[in-house]
Each structure stands twice: as structure tokens, then as C-alpha cells.
């Protein structure tokens, strides 16, 4: 059975940092691409950075420079390092997985808060 325990969400004023961790469990982790999302309020869902297996990352503009993905094969962990949070920054984080080679093959977390405010 396929589980993410996502972690590390919370309130923080802007210009802070904070790490979110999953923890993922039920498949065959070295072999997807690991990636957040985030979904604020009233907005679609987007993507943030994913990182591949072969370690190529992408991000989305609106974090270039600010957030770092970084994974554990061993531990079966994902990893996003905020800093320089704005208030726009404020969404739900999904941790996600999707199979390298078929991409029908994804799974979700649940979500964790992540509130950037005074």
C-alpha cells in the first residue's frame, strides 16, 4: 500500500525558512520522480520542483533560487528546502510520485499547510 507522511508544515514569517520531508513507503521509490506541489487557496494545483532518478531537478520560477529538492533513495525521502518565504508562498505542499517511465503511475500525499504571515 502506497503511504506518504508528509512533515515540517506551518506558520512563518515572510523572509524565513522552513523544510517539509515525506516519507514514502509501498513502492519502488528509486525508480520514480519525486516531486511537490502546492494548491493555494482558490487555485489550481501547481507544480514546485520534482526531482528525477537520475537527479535532474526542475523548478518553478516562482521558487528558482529560494527552494531545494533533494531526495534519499536509501531512506525513501523527499526533501523541500524553503527559504526567503513570501506570503505567496502560502498553499498546501503534496508530496508526489510518478513512475519514470509510465507516468500513469503517480501517486499523491495528503498535504501539508504551509502559511507565510505576519
Known amino acids: 500500500q502506497v503511504q506518504f507522511v508528509e512533515s515540517g508544515g506551518g506558520l512563518v514569517q515572510p523572509g524565513g525558512s522552513l523544510r517539509l520531508s515525506c516519507a514514502a513507503s509501498g513502492f519502488t521509490f528509486s525508480v520514480y520522480t519525486m516531486g511537490w506541489y502546492r494548491q493555494a487557496p482558490g487555485k489550481q494545483r501547481e507544480l514546485v520542483a520534482t526531482?528525477?532518478?537520475?537527479?535532474?531537478?526542475t523548478y518553478a520560477d516562482s521558487v528558482k533560487g529560494r527552494f531545494t529538492i533533494a531526495r534519499d533513495n536509501a531512506k525513501k525521502m523527499v526533501y523541500l528546502q524553503m527559504n526567503s518565504l513570501k506570503p505567496e508562498d502560502t498553499a498546501v505542499y503534496y508530496c508526489?510520485?510518478?513512475?519514470?517511465?509510465?507516468?500513469?503511475?503517480?501517486?499523491w500525499g495528503k498535504g501539508t499547510l504551509v502559511t507565510v504571515s505576519l
Open positions: 526531482r528525477t532518478t537520475n537527479d535532474k531537478t
Open positions: 508526489n510520485a510518478k513512475h519514470s517511465y509510465y507516468s500513469a503511475l503517480e501517486y
